[in-house]
């Protein structure tokens, strides 16, 4: 079994580009995909990138993601920053051992 | 375009079953590789995946609730459904049903590419 460690916060000003960082505690990030969810006030999540780095139709190109082997985590960038960017960001990934789905904690963006 | 719908009870009493359903729209429960998620979200919380139910109807559940969990198919009512046994204030949540994709080529996944808006429920006598 395995968790996924987002930071709790991050905030950055409009115009501005943010990383979301979310790491694998065991096991090689490569193993699984990642996805990355946008999770708005009192709405249900979205998907913002699935398989590691692609978006979804209509999801804006100022949201890209990445993996990388050596720190064993997955990472969010959204740039030129809007303030209807401010959401909950939740990253989430699939343990093979156990068939189970694993999200990370969740990460709030505020953009002031 | 595929739609979910979350229904059931919105106040459970400690001890009861909690019983979710999930309406589909736009697409069949039971078409071939399609699997359904069920995830809650206490307030002011992260999001925590219950377990997932495949179209043949095998199922798998989070370890730390699969001894009070049980997810199953309705296919003459296009619908899915959660039930889980023995409630608690720590049950009340907002629950979320989701269609699933997954594959294990070339690597492995799951992850909930369609969900409905959620459903709140509060267990408290």
């Known amino acids: 079994n395995f968790m996924l460690t987002q930071p709790h916060s991050v905030s950055e000003s409009p115009g501005k580009t943010v990383t979301i960082s979310c790491t694998r505690s065991?096991?090689?990030?490569?193993?699984?995909?990642v996805q990355w969810y946008q999770q708005r006030p009192g709405s249900a999540p979205t998907t913002v990138i699935y398989?590691?780095?692609?978006?979804p139709s209509g999801v804006p190109d100022r949201f890209s993601a990445s993996i990388d082997s050596s720190s064993n985590s997955a990472s969010l960038t959204i740039s030129g920053l809007k303030t209807e960017d401010e959401a909950d960001y939740y990253c989430?990934?699939?343990?093979?051992?156990?068939?189970?789905?694993?999200f990370g904690g969740g990460t709030k963006l505020t953009v002031l | 375009q595929l739609q979910l719908q979350e229904s059931g009870s919105g106040l459970v009493k400690p001890s009861q079953t909690l019983s979710l359903t999930c309406a589909v729209s736009?697409?069949?429960?039971?078409?071939?590789?399609?699997?359904w998620s069920w995830i809650r979200q206490p307030s002011g919380k992260g999001l925590e995946w219950i377990g997932y139910i495949y179209y043949s109807g095998n199922t798998n559940y989070n370890s730390s609730l699969k001894s009070r969990v049980t997810i199953s198919i309705d296919r003459s009512k296009n619908q899915f459904s959660l039930r889980l046994r023995s409630a608690t204030a720590t049950d009340t949540a907002v629950y979320f049903c989701?269609?699933?994709?997954?594959?294990?080529?070339?690597?492995?996944?799951?992850?909930?590419?369609?969900w409905g808006k959620g459903t709140t429920v509060t267990v408290s006598s």
């Open positions: 989701a269609r699933g994709d997954y594959s294990n080529y070339p690597r492995p996944y799951y992850y909930m590419d369609v």
């Open positions: 736009g697409g069949s429960i039971t078409s071939s590789g399609s699997s």
């Open positions: 989430q990934s699939y343990d093979t051992n156990n068939r189970h789905v694993v």
């Open positions: 065991s096991g090689s990030i490569a193993s699984n995909y």
């Open positions: 398989e590691d780095n692609q978006r």
